[in-house]
């Protein structure tokens, strides 16, 4: 039997401990970030399907390059990651002096906050745009704004409507987690020509990679145009390094400048860039690992709806599920009974979406078998 794990108890300002140093004014006020969970008390087959990972894991490629750095680990990494943003350049077409790595895009995202907010600005973000955005602002004392989304998507109108004149960043997941909406590029254009030119559009294209879509376009040409405009991406999603931590950006010149001044000097390991080159270079994987996504997304989206469940179209490797506000039924109950069966999926309650549940795309098996539940709890006339 496996035990689920607690995160650290947080401290309240009450503590005896806070006579002594004290972080800055708001850090207190921050709830931390919570992952999917990994476990449960079932003791058979688990299916983890609460953190929208690679559901055919990683390139063997990359697996293969991770256990061959271990021969250097006595040594520093390249801190300017030079082979992986030049591979990163080939595969996009970019060019690598614009190209800056991460620990995850995370920590992009928290340089961005770090190099251009301070005390009495403000991020822009949509309603329901990932938790990190915040997080990040607040950790540099500024305040974040949300502008209301349209049927969970994100709006124009009202990005362009909540910023004002300390606004420094508007950061825009495309498409979004949780909801997995997007929008197509003519939109994110109209989204920048409404932009003053010291605020930093920051596009954060995570499940760039799942895109089909010939209106969708990840960023790097609203990029290539314009001085103000970052994109973010990961190797966590499509390429399966979650573990490792591996993110990089491409900017204008100044910002990657600025953002290299204030990263860590060896910020990315050895292994993670070994890792990535070989991810990055194995695109048939990529390729797999998009149809297997697309594929089963389909099938599981239809078998919900048949379900009676209301399911928002995604573009990524997960499905949002409204559950009906029915004692037995709901989404709280629905996820502690899918743990006890031993499927883990997402509740969104930070994201003030309490009616639904997040479910990742994963392996086929596992994704027939939280299909095979649901039936169970909401027997109809399911697609086959």
Not at 146 to 175: H, K, M, Q, S
Not at 255 to 277: C, E, K, M, W, Y
Not at 346 to 369: E, F, K
Request: proline letters at 6%; a negative charge.
């Amino acid at each position: 039997m496996v035990v689920p794990l607690s995160p650290p108890p947080l401290l309240s300002t009450d503590d005896p401990v806070s006579a002594g140093p004290m972080p800055r004014p708001g850090v207190l006020a921050i709830d931390p970030y919570v992952g999917g969970k990994s476990k449960t008390v079932f003791d058979g087959q688990v299916y983890k399907l609460s953190s929208n990972e690679s559901a055919l894991g990683a390139s063997p490629h990359a697996v293969d390059a991770y256990r061959s750095a271990a021969d250097t680990l006595a040594l520093y990494p390249d801190g300017g990651a030079t082979a992986l943003r030049e591979k990163i350049a080939e595969i996009h077409g970019l060019d690598p002096a614009h190209l800056i790595c991460g620990a995850g895009s995370d920590e992009i995202l928290q340089l961005l906050c770090r190099g251009y907010l301070t005390d009495g600005d403000n991020s822009v973000q949509s309603a329901h745009g990932f938790l990190v955005y915040a997080l990040a602002a607040k950790a540099c004392g500024a305040e974040v704004h949300f502008a209301p989304e349209t049927d969970l998507r994100a709006d124009v109108d009202a990005l362009l409507g909540a910023v004002d004149d300390r606004t420094r960043l508007i950061f825009l997941a495309n498409p979004n987690n949780p909801t997995g909406t997007w929008l197509p590029a003519h939109e994110i254009e109209r989204l920048h020509d409404g932009l003053r030119n010291d605020i930093i559009l920051v596009l954060d294209a995570a499940y760039a990679e799942y895109m089909d879509d010939k209106a969708y376009e990840a960023g790097a040409a609203l990029v290539k145009a314009h001085d103000n405009v970052v994109m973010t991406r990961t190797f966590s999603k499509i390429y399966g390094l979650g573990a490792l931590r591996l993110g990089w950006a491409y900017g204008p010149p100044a910002i990657i400048d600025a953002l290299n001044r204030i990263r860590g000097p060896f910020n990315v390991s050895t292994a993670a860039q070994s890792a990535g080159v070989a991810a990055m270079g194995d695109q048939a994987f990529v390729r797999e690992n998009r149809a297997h996504n697309t594929s089963e997304r389909a099938i599981m989206f239809q078998r919900l709806q048949g379900l009676g469940l209301s399911v928002v179209p995604s573009a990524g490797n997960f499905l949002l599920v409204r559950f009906p506000d029915e004692v037995g039924s709901r989404a709280q109950e629905v996820h502690a009974w899918l743990m006890e069966r031993g499927v883990i999926v997402r509740t969104m309650d930070a994201y003030g979406l309490t009616d639904y549940l997040r479910i990742s795309v994963g392996p086929s098996d596992a994704n027939r078998r939280v299909l095979d539940l649901l039936t169970e709890k909401f027997p109809g006339e399911s697609a086959p």
